[in-house]
């Protein structure tokens, strides 16, 4: 996440995927920052486990999606088209 924010040029023709735990820097914290700084990125959330409560909070940091691991490759990849194609 950390890594993302020094090098990220925001683009309306974008989509972040990021995973619902990360070390040091979660992905819906770095969804919630990113608001804060005004900018709504489309992002798709992941987890390894179908967790309400982080369901919920992805979504009230405006998540597109929430998808809990394993996922099929193809379904993800229309999902990203959808977002790019929407932007």
């Given at each position: 996440?950390?890594?993302f924010l020094k090098e990220f040029t925001y683009s309306?023709?974008?989509?972040l995927?990021?995973?619902a735990e990360m070390p040091d820097f979660t992905g819906i914290q770095l969804m919630e920052?990113?608001?804060q700084k005004?900018?709504?990125i489309p992002t798709i959330v992941?987890?390894?486990i179908s967790d309400l409560p982080t369901a919920v909070?992805?979504?009230q940091a405006n998540a597109v999606d929430f998808i809990v691991k394993p996922y099929i490759e193809q379904v993800l990849l229309r999902k990203v088209e959808n977002i790019l194609q929407r932007n």
């Open positions: 996440a950390e890594n309306s023709n974008s989509c995927l990021v995973e920052y990113l608001l005004g900018q709504d992941m987890a390894n909070r992805a979504m």
